[in-house]
């Protein structure tokens, strides 16, 4: 199992809907709009490390209002 966090910058007036359409995609468990440098850090709990490239590439950044992405996987 392969857990990673991505840290997501959005356009704050749309953060709401972004966050309910993030939730949405497969392998994700956790969405929550937070404060600071970034708006929502998403956790995905997915089989490999092509399934989090997938689910942020073709998920992710595919929501509109989503500026940019930052992903980490958890080493143990």
């Known amino acids: 199992?392969?857990?990673?966090?991505?840290l997501i910058k959005a356009n704050v007036p749309?953060?709401?809907q972004?966050?309910?359409a993030?939730?949405?995609l497969d392998g994700v468990v956790a969405t929550n709009i937070v404060a600071g440098d970034v708006d929502?850090?998403?956790?995905?709990?997915?089989?490999?490390?092509?399934?989090?490239?997938e689910?942020?590439?073709s998920g992710v950044l595919?929501?509109?209002g989503?500026?940019?992405t930052h992903t980490y996987m958890a080493m143990e």
């Open 1 to 6: 199992m392969v857990t990673a966090y991505v």
């Open 14 to 16: 749309a953060v709401d």
């Open 18 to 20: 972004i966050r309910d």
């Open 22 to 24: 993030i939730t949405e």
């Open 40 to 53: 929502i850090i998403t956790k995905i709990d997915v089989e490999t490390p092509a399934d989090v490239r």
């Open 55 to 57: 689910i942020v590439t």
């Open 62 to 64: 595919t929501i509109t």
């Open 66 to 68: 989503v500026e940019n």
